[in-house]
């Protein structure tokens, strides 16, 4: 018989009072005194469960069933009914239950029934997914990736892979992972150069922390590019919104600016929270209950309201202005703290804030130059809850401006000489912005830590699996 999914029976109607097949892993499990086994179920296809009831008078009731503990699997089989409680709509009164796997030593089980830490559950990354806030976290997480892809797609964006091994600097911070195959105990390592011929490459490359440049040479093709992959940044940024390896969605459009990517940027926002509230709402409940109480009206809030726009310039004479609430200093030529962002987004405009023109001292090389010569055409999308979610520009289009910044940040100019060409043959205005994933799924979830917005946490000191 065809198996059923528990997303199946919730969503649609035509199984009741029929005799279905399902399977799935055991969360609780109460026996009555007049022995009748009550198993709640879940198979991870939603954040409902579904109640079985089991009697006593299945062939291996007192074998078997009665035996069974917190994470033993099964297949079920019996007629769906309606539920008389009202802890749950539906409860299947089993015909037969086949055990598919116990569960060794129960009172050792780390996922058992008891309630756990956040903190607690982390330490077991590959059960974790067991519990219902981090299957729920899971599920979230895919439903946004999907409404990106859909989004981009519909405004005819193309997909692009850009590398993640790379020999570029993007971000001209150095915090990069080296990829080599050379061994870290031998001397060659150690010694300060290297023969060409020693690296697998010939040259010295690393894990990628953006693919924007090399992204930037198909949007000067295809005109409307994305990518979306891991990236690595060797930050000592041991905070809840930083993680060593996180995915970012990266946009790229030629004859844009900084207008009309920053419109696109916050549209992208508010279509992946519409589509979590048109696609989630099992797992959203969940979150209702155990994480933020307000988390709908939240979501829903940010889509009718309009992002606040504000030059850098602006910020910084607000934050001098409110400088005795606010608990660290800052002057013209700073970059706003976690506390200055906080201050501008939840008490000042109490709305997501995009800040634009940055001090060129602040931002990478190949942001565009203002006509102040000072500042750079760039933008920082902050959220309440998480700070900056994502960060664009313009991108430098003239090779002369491009050549004197990278001359003034010391760049080593022979690497970029592809770079150059996108400039000196038909050179055309483009924007982008970058896109932190977890950072959404933490601003969507309303989770306290980006530690649960990914399967499998990258931080520092931190790489289990
Ligand atoms: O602001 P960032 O560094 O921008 C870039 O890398 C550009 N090259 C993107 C582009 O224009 N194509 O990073 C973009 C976003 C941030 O706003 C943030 O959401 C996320 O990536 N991010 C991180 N997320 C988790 N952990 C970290 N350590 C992050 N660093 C950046
Ligand atoms: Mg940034």
Redesign the pocket.
């Known amino acids: 018989m065809k198996k059923i999914s528990i997303f199946e029976i919730y969503t649609k109607n035509n199984y009741l009072n029929k005799i279905i097949t399902m399977s799935g892993w055991i969360r609780s499990k109460r026996i009555s005194k007049i022995g009748i086994s009550f198993l709640t179920i879940y198979d991870g296809s939603s954040a409902y469960t579904i109640q079985v009831i089991a009697k006593k008078s299945l062939f291996n009731y007192s074998a078997e069933i009665r035996k069974l503990t917190v994470g033993c699997s099964v297949i079920v089989s019996g007629y769906l009914t309606l539920s008389p409680s009202n802890l749950q709509t539906y409860e299947i009164q089993a015909n037969k239950i086949k055990i598919i796997g116990w569960v060794d030593r129960p009172d050792s089980y780390p996922m058992s029934a008891k309630k756990h830490t956040i903190e607690y559950i982390r330490n077991f990354g590959h059960l974790r997914p067991r519990t219902n806030l981090i299957s729920v976290i899971a599920r979230i997480r895919n439903v946004v990736f999907q409404s990106l892809n859909q989004f981009l797609n519909n405004y005819g964006y193309i997909w692009v892979s850009t590398p993640i091994i790379t020999s570029i600097d993007?971000?001209g911070s150095g915090s990069m992972f080296q990829v080599s195959i050379l061994d870290v105990n031998n001397h060659l390592h150690t010694k300060k150069s290297i023969n060409k011929e020693n690296y697998f490459f010939g040259k010295k490359v690393f894990l990628t922390?953006?693919g924007?440049l090399t992204?930037e040479a198909y949007a000067c093709a295809l005109s409307k590019v994305y990518s979306f992959g891991p990236t690595f940044?060797a930050?000592n940024?041991n905070t809840k919104?930083?993680?060593t390896e996180?995915w970012?969605l990266?946009v790229?459009k030629a004859f844009s600016d900084i207008n009309d990517i920053s419109i696109f940027a916050e549209k992208l926002l508010k279509y992946s929270v519409s589509f979590v509230l048109d696609n989630c709402i099992s797992d959203l409940l969940f979150l209702q209950k155990k994480i933020d109480k307000n988390i709908i009206f939240r979501l829903n809030n940010f889509l009718n309201i309009d992002f606040v726009n504000i030059e850098y310039n602006e910020a910084i004479n607000i934050l001098l202005k409110n400088n005795n609430i606010i608990n660290q200093k800052i002057s013209w030529g700073d970059d706003l703290s976690s506390c200055h962002e906080k201050y501008l987004v939840n008490n000042y405009f109490k709305a997501p804030v995009i800040i634009r023109n940055y001090p060129k001292l602040l931002k990478?090389f190949y942001m565009r130059i203002n006509e102040d010569e000072k500042t750079v055409s760039a933008f920082?999308i902050l959220l309440p809850h998480v700070g900056?979610?994502?960060?664009?520009?313009e991108r430098e289009d003239r090779i002369n401006y491009l050549e004197t910044r990278m001359n003034e940040m010391g760049l080593n100019k022979e690497n970029y000489d592809w770079y150059k060409d996108l400039r000196k043959y038909g050179t055309v205005p483009h924007a982008?912005?970058?896109?932190?994933l977890?950072?959404l799924i933490l601003f969507i979830t309303g989770i306290k830590n980006?530690r649960e917005s990914i399967p499998f946490p990258r931080t520092v000191g931190h790489a289990d699996f």
Not at 388 to 393: K, R, T, V
Not at 432 to 436: D, E, I, P, Q
Request: glycine share 16%; no cysteine.
């Open positions: 993007t971000e922390v953006s924007q992204l940044r930050e940024s919104k930083h993680l996180f970012m990266e790229e990478a920082d900056e979610i994502i960060g664009g520009s982008g912005f970058g896109l932190g977890e950072r980006i």
